[in-house]
């Protein structure tokens, strides 16, 4: 491919001068210089050329070095082997190509389960050298609606048992404007236009896009406090980074390892757990399109898999249903999503002999920067900066804190922050080269992170970000509701659970009804982990004399 001349000098979308995006949507849209982060792009072991694909690292060098035959996914219908991904792989690129006329750097949003075909899809789109943007299928059609909005997003490869949110999400705009020339194409279906019988008229062989190292791969899309979903942009060169770096330097599994969890692939958690981290090496992954604490103990039993990957919350529902005959296979915990409780770390060691590795990442920085592998955990504490970064606590004025004093979290490596188009929340998070997350740590003297609390009112529930604005918003638009207010609240299951309170409309009675009536309407708005699942009727809210909403006294209230 013919690489065309990266003509924005104010907007550093790659190490070189050349991209092999002909869409330059992304280039166009990443931050100005003086708003990126400091990377680390020198350190060994993080050496990749400057044309760079990969999805060609991860997948097609695995079948050069003869490790075709190799099992890669196992899911409840089959199992499928690192050449026959590369196939799939190879001839959903040609679909892409040929017949939905994918240029370089178009996004492509991707819908549906764990499953194999998620995962070929998704490699399918980089090899095109488009940028693949996977969405939960928990999300609902006014979720989906913003991320195309923001990403301009006019294709999406879809699971059939999920077409309707997304069929209905790429007809129109937030603003009910049609969106032009949209299409979505169905896998997992046996329809005469679905992507299964496109790839049929397609070879195995495909010749790969050569994109730039700095070239954007992939966007992730996250909520923040705000309510509103931000993109973040992730490189060619940051995907590789990732899964050379807690994997290799943490984690320690190996090529016989068979990797399991309950993250979707949607999150960047479950991306790297379930597919970058184990073909890296390649191993192989189950993926369980059903992945409750009680299926994912199952699938443990079953397919004796040996690492696991998923929330505290999870770890410490299947200590209710554990026996050790159903995990003796199992090696490796890696939890990450929320901060894990001490009571949860020493229940799971005292029940299986093994110690939880903790940690914290986050969609801005892609995957895990602080953990601590297991010889070296401090039971209680998140761990230490690994491999690729570097960590401090810092003051509300930007100055290092002293040690055993409680601050903002500030991290800086391998990866880093880059927001599509959107340079508030930039400034917000990347201040003097340092990526601020929204946590508040300590850190000892031995180097070790203490999680003390959020610091924005972002609600973390069994590993998954709510914002409680956006939870708000819907309830606001019920007719009963005359105002409200979201928090989050403890518990000792979940970390913490959505709280709402209520005040209703003149014409409306609080009720036990109306009560399960606004969980079932939120529920069918946005996706169900984000409903309120403890609501409370208020005759009024506090404000202060300004008129804004005191939050914090309605954490009060709960503790």
Request: a neutral charge; aromatic letters at 8%; charged letters at 25%.
């Amino acid at each position: 491919m013919t690489l065309s001349k990266n003509e924005t000098t104010n907007r550093p979308t790659t190490g070189t001068r050349y991209t092999a995006h002909v869409d330059t949507f992304c280039a166009d849209r990443m931050p100005l210089l003086g708003q990126l982060p400091t990377f680390f792009r020198d350190l060994p072991g993080y050496s990749y050329p400057e044309r760079l694909n990969c999805a060609v690292e991860l997948l097609d060098r695995m079948v050069e070095r003869d490790l075709g035959e190799r099992t890669a996914f196992i899911h409840e219908l089959g199992s499928w082997t690192y050449r026959s991904l590369l196939e799939t792989t190879n001839r959903i690129a040609l679909v892409l190509l040929e017949d939905c006329g994918l240029i370089p750097g178009n996004r492509v949003l991707l819908r549906g389960p764990n499953h194999p075909m998620l995962v070929a899809c998704w490699f399918g789109v980089i090899k095109a050298g488009g940028v693949a943007v996977t969405t939960p299928c928990l999300l609902r059609c006014r979720e989906l609606v913003s991320v195309a909005d923001k990403g301009e997003i006019s294709l999406a490869l879809c699971d059939a048992r999920y077409a309707g949110d997304c069929e209905d999400a790429l007809a129109k705009r937030a603003d009910g404007s049609a969106r032009r020339n949209a299409r979505v194409v169905l896998f997992n279906s046996e329809a005469p236009d679905s992507l299964e019988a496109l790839m049929a008229t397609k070879p195995a062989v495909f010749k790969n896009c050569e994109t730039s190292w700095e070239d954007i791969a992939m966007l992730a899309f996250t909520s923040g406090s705000t309510g509103q979903p931000k993109g973040t942009m992730h490189t060619h060169r940051d995907v590789l980074a990732a899964a050379d770096c807690f994997p290799r330097y943490v984690l320690r599994a190996n090529a016989d390892d068979l990797f399991i969890g309950s993250p979707p692939l949607g999150f960047t958690y479950g991306l790297g757990g379930l597919v970058l981290f184990p073909m890296r090496i390649g191993a192989a992954t189950v993926l369980l399109e059903q992945a409750s604490p009680g299926h994912l103990l199952e699938g443990l039993r079953r397919h004796r898999a040996t690492v696991c990957f998923t929330a505290p919350t999870a770890y410490r529902a299947m200590l209710k249903q554990l026996s050790r005959d159903r995990v003796t296979s199992l090696r490796k915990c890696v939890s990450a999503g929320e901060t894990l409780p001490l009571s949860t770390f020493e229940a799971w060691q005292e029940a299986t002999g093994l110690k939880i590795i903790d940690g914290i990442g986050s969609t801005e920085m892609l995957q895990i920067f602080i953990s601590a592998p297991e010889e070296e955990i401090t039971p209680g504490a998140t761990g230490r900066a690994i491999h690729g970064y570097e960590a401090k606590i810092v003051r509300d004025d930007g100055t290092d804190a002293a040690t055993g004093e409680v601050g903002r979290l500030a991290v800086r490596g391998v990866t880093g922050c880059k927001y599509l188009d959107s340079p508030r929340e930039q400034a917000k998070y990347v201040r003097n080269g340092w990526n601020l997350t929204g946590d508040s740590f300590r850190m000892d003297q031995d180097g070790y992170f203490w999680f003390q609390a959020r610091t924005d009112d972002l609600i973390v529930s069994s590993g998954y970000n709510i914002a409680g604005i956006e939870v708000e918003n819907v309830l606001l638009e019920h007719p009963s509701v005359q105002e409200c207010a979201v928090v989050g609240v403890p518990d000792p299951d979940r970390g913490q659970v959505v709280k709402a309170f209520v005040v209703t409309s003149a014409e409306y009675a609080p009720c036990e009804q109306l009560k399960k009536d606004l969980q079932d309407f939120v529920k069918s708005q946005i996706a169900p982990f984000k409903y309120p699942r403890s609501l409370e009727f208020v005759a009024a809210l506090p404000r202060t004399a300004t008129g804004k909403l005191q939050r914090y006294e309605l954490r009060k209230q709960t503790q």
